[in-house]
């Protein structure tokens, strides 16, 4: 659980909350002039709702729509946005050894009938390896994206709220805006100060003790994010369906990097990773640092951060 500390209702910071992209965002600007704050979240919205139609499956007209559905057949031509976003994706993937990861695969019109288990199991890790982000061909002298696998989509969701998220900040610093802070779901971004001219600083607290804040971080001009084990019920072992391996005993994640697109990518894969392959990535990273809790509420931190 997060919660924003010394953010207190005063005569310069304005606030809007809006629902966008399947969340709540919660706009907090410090500034002198309400009329001027409002309608510079207003745009900000404005930012994030193009965002929300560029990367959205939903909209046929998407280049994620359009690659998805030549898939195995031929390479697209995309914007050069949403080009970046890939290119930048695959990198995350390849960091964290595939464990985050755009690509997916979409069920097949086969009839299994009587097919041994073990021909099914090794029939599931031909299609696993055919649509993971390893068959994501990238040109970037032609701008085209082509999954090699008919079977193959890819999907932005898991960064798509956080770079929405920086985009709307960019939009907000273009018009003059300082300092804020934009909270969406169990993320948020900031930067400048905050009305007393301190820095931003959160608190972060077990889901299961809310009034318990275990640690206190200045994250001006950072962002951050959190993601909760909703796996694991009643302490039994719970099992990936998507790897077929025990879900890790990590019970929450908190990543903190200087976007919200990396902050919210780099969550899920410290479950997939474990605490020790997790840290040790973090801890090569010099922009990037992370606290984890385990199921017997034991605290972890990364080398860039002092509780």
């Given at each position: 659980m997060?919660a924003?500390?010394?953010?207190t209702d005063?005569?310069?910071t304005?606030?809007?909350?809006?629902r966008?992209?399947?969340?709540g965002?919660?706009?907090?600007?410090?500034?002198?002039?309400?009329?001027w704050?409002?309608?510079r979240?207003?745009?900000?919205?404005?930012?994030?709702s193009?965002?929300?139609?560029?990367?959205?499956?939903?909209n046929?007209?998407?280049?994620?729509s359009?690659?998805?559905?030549?898939a195995?057949v031929a390479?697209?031509?995309v914007?050069?946005?949403?080009?970046?976003?890939?290119d930048r994706?695959?990198?995350?993937?390849?960091?964290?050894y595939?464990t985050?990861?755009?690509?997916?695969?979409?069920p097949?019109?086969?009839?299994?009938g009587?097919?041994?288990?073990?021909?099914k199991t090794k029939?599931?890790k031909?299609?696993i390896?055919?649509?993971?982000?390893?068959?994501?061909?990238?040109n970037?002298?032609?701008q085209?994206?082509?999954?090699?696998?008919k079977?193959?989509?890819i999907?932005l969701?898991?960064i798509?709220?956080g770079?929405?998220?920086d985009r709307?900040?960019v939009?907000l610093?273009?018009?003059?805006?300082?300092?804020g802070?934009?909270?969406?779901?169990?993320?948020?971004?900031?930067?400048?100060?905050?009305p007393?001219?301190?820095s931003?600083t959160?608190?972060a607290?077990?889901?299961?003790k809310?009034e318990e804040?275990?640690?206190?971080?200045a994250?001006?001009n950072m962002?951050?994010?959190?993601?909760y084990?909703?796996?694991?019920?009643?302490?039994?072992?719970?099992?990936?369906?998507a790897t077929?391996?025990?879900?890790?005993?990590i019970?929450?994640v908190s990543?903190l990097?200087?976007?919200a697109e990396?902050?919210?990518a780099m969550?899920?894969p410290?479950?997939?990773?474990?605490?020790?392959?997790g840290?040790?990535?973090?801890?090569?990273?010099?922009q990037?640092a992370?606290?984890v809790?385990?199921?017997?509420?034991?605290?972890y931190?990364s080398k860039?951060?002092q509780?």
């Amino acid at each position: 659980m997060l919660a924003v500390k010394n953010l207190t209702d005063t005569k310069t910071t304005f606030s809007r909350n809006a629902r966008l992209m399947g969340t709540g965002f919660d706009f907090k600007l410090v500034t002198d002039n309400p009329a001027w704050a409002l309608e510079r979240i207003e745009e900000a919205i404005a930012e994030i709702s193009r965002i929300e139609k560029l990367l959205s499956t939903f909209n046929e007209d998407s280049s994620i729509s359009q690659i998805n559905r030549n898939a195995g057949v031929a390479p697209v031509r995309v914007d050069t946005e949403t080009y970046k976003l890939i290119d930048r994706a695959l990198q995350i993937s390849t960091l964290t050894y595939g464990t985050f990861d755009i690509a997916y695969g979409i069920p097949q019109n086969e009839e299994d009938g009587g097919v041994a288990v073990a021909t099914k199991t090794k029939a599931l890790k031909k299609k696993i390896s055919l649509t993971n982000y390893t068959n994501i061909v990238l040109n970037e002298k032609k701008q085209t994206v082509f999954l090699k696998n008919k079977a193959m989509r890819i999907s932005l969701s898991a960064i798509g709220r956080g770079y929405a998220a920086d985009r709307a900040k960019v939009v907000l610093q273009m018009q003059g805006v300082s300092s804020g802070v934009i909270l969406f779901g169990s993320d948020m971004l900031t930067w400048g100060l905050q009305p007393d001219n301190t820095s931003w600083t959160v608190g972060a607290a077990d889901p299961d003790k809310a009034e318990e804040v275990y640690a206190q971080m200045a994250i001006s001009n950072m962002a951050l994010s959190t993601s909760y084990n909703t796996i694991s019920i009643n302490g039994q072992t719970q099992i990936n369906n998507a790897t077929g391996f025990p879900v890790s005993a990590i019970k929450s994640v908190s990543v903190l990097a200087p976007t919200a697109e990396m902050a919210g990518a780099m969550t899920a894969p410290m479950f997939s990773m474990g605490i020790n392959t997790g840290l040790y990535m973090a801890n090569k990273l010099n922009q990037i640092a992370c606290v984890v809790i385990d199921d017997h509420e034991r605290v972890y931190t990364s080398k860039h951060i002092q509780l």
